[in-house]
């Protein structure tokens, strides 16, 4: 990162100063950040989020911050130092590296942080993204994700916080600085570069979302977990006699089970996973759409229309087509 950027986060302000002498929670921010109507205070959105997408700020060290509660999405990220939290709850501790992502209506309390906790808070809306959003994203990019969720009776969005080590999100990292720097500097045209930013931290967050693979209790389950790997692999050519050979199980129970399994019987799956691959290509190279229905091995074009105006509520020509 920028030294300059390193320099500014390690000075104290003026409210440090005061923290550091009196290690007691000044609180800087004016009534109109606040809703005290609640039982705890809460953060408002338009306060930090009325003319900007995100905003980006140090937190204050030297003193504990009160249990709080925000009405957007909170990301904190632990630049240097260490930390420790009271999320819903709680007790999680934050070391140099890692990233806290915390959902709306997600309720913190912070220690209070030494001269070497650097702790960025990151807070946006933008574009009304929840942890359930991530959620669905996961779903309709992937057939055996979908299963899993499903299966778990919604205990992927029981949580209301997700916690990134700094072992396994060096790919997140990289782009979590880049977007504070681009914060900090303020040169032209920085608002815009820093959304961009939040864009591809939310979609790598989502690539690095860990699947509920513990949810699997039983051998059907694990059975129909392992053949949506193979429909997601081997879409274009996958036959339901072959994964009964495979399997070692009858033809006819393995229909009846995918479809009581899953609600959908072999066909649909194969065809959902074939417009899963369509729309990667679709999102991702200037492929006529022709040639894209042929990779993944569908001929007849309006079949082709309907299922994915069915699956994405949009026509195929509908395209975002990567930046040059």
């Known amino acids: 990162m920028n030294s300059q950027i390193i320099t500014l986060l390690k000075q104290k302000n003026d409210l440090e100063i005061q923290q550091f002498q009196s290690h007691q929670f000044i609180?800087?921010?004016?009534?109109?950040a606040w809703d005290k109507q609640q039982h705890i205070p809460i953060l408002k959105k338009d306060y930090f989020l009325g003319k900007q997408a995100v905003y980006i700020s140090k937190h204050n060290?030297?003193?504990?911050?009160?249990?709080?509660?925000?009405?957007?999405?909170?990301?904190?990220?632990?630049?240097?130092?260490?930390?420790?939290?009271?999320?819903?709850?709680?007790?999680?501790?934050?070391?140099?590296?890692?990233?806290?992502?915390?959902?709306?209506?997600?309720?913190?309390?912070?220690?209070?942080?030494?001269?070497?906790?650097?702790?960025?808070?990151?807070?946006?809306?933008?574009?009304?993204?929840?942890?359930?959003?991530?959620?669905?994203?996961?779903?309709?990019?992937?057939?055996?994700?979908?299963?899993?969720?499903?299966?778990?009776?919604?205990?992927?969005?029981?949580?209301?916080?997700?916690l990134f080590s700094k072992n396994n999100n060096y790919d997140i990292k990289m782009t979590m600085e880049q977007m504070i720097e681009e914060y900090f500097l303020k040169k032209n045209y920085s608002n815009s570069v820093v959304e961009s930013y939040l864009n591809i931290l939310l979609i790598k967050i989502i690539r690095h979302h860990p699947m509920p693979t513990k949810n699997i209790i039983n051998n059907k389950q694990k059975l129909i977990f392992n053949i949506?790997?193979?429909?997601?692999?081997?879409?274009?050519?996958?036959?339901?006699?072959?994964?009964?050979?495979?399997?070692?199980?009858?033809?006819?129970?393995?229909?009846?089970?995918?479809?009581?399994?899953?609600?959908?019987?072999f066909s649909s799956l194969k065809t959902q996973q074939r417009i899963i691959k369509a729309n990667e290509l679709l999102t991702s190279t200037t492929f006529p759409i022709r040639n894209i229905m042929e990779t993944v091995g569908i001929t007849n074009k309006s079949f082709f229309y309907k299922k994915y105006k069915k699956y994405y509520h949009k026509m195929p020509g509908e395209r975002n087509l990567p930046s040059l």
């Open 61 to 162: 060290r030297f003193a504990p911050y009160p249990l709080h509660g925000q009405r957007f999405l909170e990301i904190n990220y632990m630049f240097s130092g260490s930390c420790k939290q009271v999320v819903d709850g709680k007790q999680i501790q934050l070391k140099a590296g890692d990233i806290l992502l915390m959902n709306v209506g997600a309720k913190h309390s912070i220690s209070a942080l030494s001269e070497d906790d650097i702790l960025i808070n990151i807070l946006f809306t933008n574009k009304n993204i929840t942890f359930k959003l991530l959620h669905d994203i996961h779903k309709s990019n992937s057939l055996s994700y979908k299963f899993l969720a499903d299966i778990s009776l919604g205990q992927p969005l029981a949580q209301n916080y997700i």
């Open 228 to 265: 949506l790997k193979d429909i997601e692999q081997n879409y274009q050519t996958i036959t339901l006699t072959e994964l009964s050979q495979k399997y070692g199980y009858n033809k006819n129970y393995l229909s009846n089970l995918i479809t009581k399994m899953t609600g959908q019987n």
């Open 27 to 32: 609180n800087d921010m004016p009534p109109a």
